[in-house]
Nanobody
Framework: QLQLVESGGGLVQVGASLTLSCTAS????????MGWFRQAAGKEREFVAA????????DYSDSVKGRFFISRDNSKNMLYLQMSTLKAEDTAVYYC??????????????????WGQGTQVTVSS
């Protein structure tokens, strides 16, 4: 079982950088596939980035590829999302998600069992 808590959101200007963190508790983080999703106001939640359990494989949505970087530290039970060159359209609530005992990179929302409460990122123009 995983419990996930996001942090690091805030209000930034267009072009700025921001790093989100996800603190995981539970015994299965190091064997869990992890991902980041986001939901803008009035829109459905969408995939942002995913990482496999050992951190050796990642994938990104086309809208963030080259600007965002997902990483994890299994020794600290932490997941990160480094965001750079932020755009107004990146404004959303960002969620951390996990699926225990899976070695794959998961991109579908329905593939994840555990979710955090979300952290708001607002990019002001």
């Amino acid at each position: 079982q995983l419990q996930l808590v996001e942090s690091g959101g805030g209000l930034v200007q267009v072009g700025a950088s921001l790093t989100l963190s996800c603190t995981a508790s539970g015994p299965t983080f190091s064997t869990s596939a992890m991902g980041w999703f986001r939901q803008a106001a009035g829109k459905e939640r969408e995939f942002v980035a995913a990482i496999n359990r050992n951190g050796g494989g990642t994938d990104y949505s086309d809208s963030v590829k080259g600007r965002f970087f997902i990483s994890r530290d299994n020794s600290k039970n932490m997941l990160y999302l480094q965001m750079s060159t932020l755009k107004a359209e990146d404004t959303a609530v960002y969620y951390c998600a996990g699926r225990s005992n899976v070695g794959l990179i998961l991109k579908r929302e329905s593939s994840y069992d555990y979710w955090g409460q979300g952290t708001q990122v607002t990019v002001s123009s």
